[in-house]
């Protein structure tokens, strides 16, 4: 018999989500190690600096993943209340905007800082960075995995959440606790 | 009207996704070219005056004896950058006290005119 996605056993999905987020964030720190860092790089969008930028689009990314990790337990049933059909969308609308609220700082941190080891914090937060979007890539596989178990996809949610709060924390919210709030 | 709203956002997720991935690969050619990194010069009067009473340089023509010796270091502009901004060891955080562009100078400057992006 013919071996499909969706006849193969449900672990083998569940590594091959689990490789392809390897894959990602490997993939990341890979050229974030070998691409030379270009300071010639330094675009600010609409913000008044490129570390006004990166905090301002980190924090706005946090709290659309906040949203979002609010929807999905209400969505499980975790809140009390059941979930209105508005919570659905708006969950897959929140975790969007997170995500395209980080590439502008990761396009930035990867192209024109790199890969860095000066210190604990800045080593953890490079590994963070690439770990968030090797989550991300092994959630989306499982999202669109099917015949997964049931705590599959509230695992991976809640892994990512915490990888960029943790990627956060020693990023952004170490600048503002040194700096203070960047001006727009 | 929401569920509209989330399949432009999946389009635009992974159009700018794709996007990023080709900048990162295309973006050495179209922005950097590989060429030296040139400093203007401020960045050498940004280090006298902020970093020589402690690190030795001879291009900058400084002598302390705080910090490692800068003429027997190997480092990127983007290294540098990082440990002005955010300080190492007794070194404090210059993030603040310079500009953006003063901390691109002077990490330029200390990296060297030899360093170029397809280099060390």
């Known amino acids: ?184 | 009207m929401l569920d509209g709203i989330d399949k432009a956002l999946a389009l635009g997720c992974w159009l700018t996704a794709g996007l990023v991935v080709l900048m990162l690969f295309v973006g050495p050619q179209v922005v950097a070219e590989d060429k030296p990194l040139k400093s203007s010069g401020k960045g050498q009067q940004v280090f006298t005056e902020n970093c020589g009473s402690c690190h030795t340089l001879s291009r900058a023509g400084t002598n302390g004896q705080v910090g490692p010796n800068l003429d027997s270091v190997n480092v990127k502009p983007g290294d540098v950058e990082s440990i002005v901004r955010s300080g190492s060891g007794a070194m404090p955080s210059f993030e603040g006290n310079l500009s953006d562009a003063e901390i691109a100078e002077v990490a330029k400057f200390v990296a060297g005119p030899d360093y170029t992006a397809a280099g060390r």
């Open chain 1, 1 to 184: 018999m013919e071996v499909t996605a969706a006849t193969r056993p449900a672990p083998n999905r569940l590594l091959v989500a689990a490789a392809v987020g390897a894959a990602v964030a490997l993939a990341l720190g890979v050229y974030g190690n070998v691409h030379d860092p270009s300071q010639e790089l330094v675009f600010t969008m609409f913000f008044s600096s490129t570390i006004s930028m990166k905090v301002w689009f980190a924090t706005l990314a946090l709290a659309f993943a906040v949203v979002q990790v609010t929807t999905a337990l209400w969505i499980y049933g975790k809140l009390g209340a059941q979930a209105p059909d508005w919570a659905s969308p708006l969950h897959r609308i929140s975790g969007r905007l997170a995500f395209l609220s980080t590439l502008p700082v990761a396009y930035h941190c990867l192209w024109s800082l790199g890969f860095q080891d000066t210190d604990t914090r800045v080593l953890a937060h490079s590994i963070l960075g690439c770990a968030f979007y090797g989550a991300f890539a092994a959630k989306v596989t499982i999202v669109r995995s099917r015949n997964l178990p049931g705590w599959a996809l509230p695992v991976a949610g809640g892994l990512i959440f915490a990888v960029l709060v943790v990627t956060w924390y020693t990023s952004a919210l170490w600048f503002i606790r040194e700096q203070g709030w960047p001006d727009l």
